[in-house]
């Protein structure tokens, strides 16, 4: 229902604000990163952390949602772990101080985050009202998408054409809802909570997109244009009507990790000639494709995870797109007209254990229009050696 992502934006907003605050003091925010527990770890990565945000985000998204809608709770999953290394159930500034080795202010002010109001909203959204029943609906939460970058706390990266390949910008906290019974994705909220900095104050502003897909109903939040959100020059998006061959003479666009198979960017380059870009986060190459600065994110491993691609494939299938299993459209004959193999968000992995029951085993391909697509993987598949459909 509507009412249930108000409630998700006005949380994603909050967690924004937790996120922020735990920023801003480099030598208590170093106090607050631990690493991972085997079994939480993503094999991607020798090392991965979690941090007190991380945490605190995601408890405060359950304790919302469990104030305004009970019972939803039990159905909110997420990337963490509910544990720190200091036992998180005591009073929050007492609970914090403990974490913060008894800095009591700064516990205080970030116990004032957590608990304090936040006002967040979208008229297009208010003017609608769309009934979903709350039974069917289950919640995955990433809390805080690419924590390495939040870790990093890189601030000065210049962008390319747009696109951040690494900094704050490319933190996200994503809330996907969806289906338990069919595992589509309904609702999506992406909180970008370091999407531009004032220079005079050092202080960031974030920004928030969402989308609602559900039974013909489709509306998703309506940003300025990108020539104004971050300074590069707006794209010529491409029309429906559009050619094959104009299409490809356009050059499509799309964004890929940085550990992304030799043969991907090889066939890549074949198709999208120097329209390739590297960015961090998987929530954030997602939100690339929302904004509209590039056409595809591609990513061919298994080291994504529902909780990385649910709140992004919602918002996509409100404006039209989607969020597609790679290795099964490199498979699949375009021409054929089946439906694409779409990602689903409640059936997990057979003969998987940890994170890895919840990997996207097939790899991701997210896109906005689904004959843009076509077109894509048409020419991709053709450029792509053979070795590569099964690497």
Known sequence: MSAILRELLHVSEKAANIARACRQQEALFQLLIEEKKEGEKNKKFTVDFKTLA???????????????????????????????????????????SKVLNGNKLASETLAKVVHQDVALTDPTLDSIEITIPQDVLGIWVDPIDSTY???????????????????????????????????????????????????NTLRWKGQCYWGLSYMGTNIYSHQPPISQ??????????????SPEAEFSHHFSAVISTSEKETIKAALSRVCADRIFRAAGAG???????????DFYIFSEDTTFKWDSCAAHAILRAMGGGMADFKECLARKPATGLDLPQLVYHMENEGTSGVDRWANRGGLIAYRSRKQLETFLGLFIQNLAPAGIHT
Not at 83 to 96: H, K, R
Not at 160 to 177: E, R
């Open 54 to 96: 991380d945490v605190l985000v995601q408890e405060v998204i359950k304790q919302n949602m469990q104030n305004k809608f009970p019972g939803l709770e039990k159905k909110i999953f997420g990337e963490e772990s509910n544990e720190f290394t200091n036992d998180l159930e005591e009073e929050t500034v007492e609970l914090l």
């Open 149 to 199: 970058q939040y870790i990093k706390g890189s601030a000065d990266t210049e962008s390319n054409q747009g696109v951040f390949p690494s900094g704050l910008q490319c933190v996200t906290i994503l809330i996907g809802v969806y289906n338990i019974q069919t595992g589509v994705p309904l609702m999506g909220v992406i909180n970008q909570p370091f999407a531009t900095r004032d220079l």
């Open 229 to 242: 959100t971050n300074g590069s020059e707006p794209r010529s998006p491409l029309t429906e009507n559009t």
């Open 284 to 294: 954030y190459k997602s939100l690339c494709v929302v904004q509209g600065l590039v």
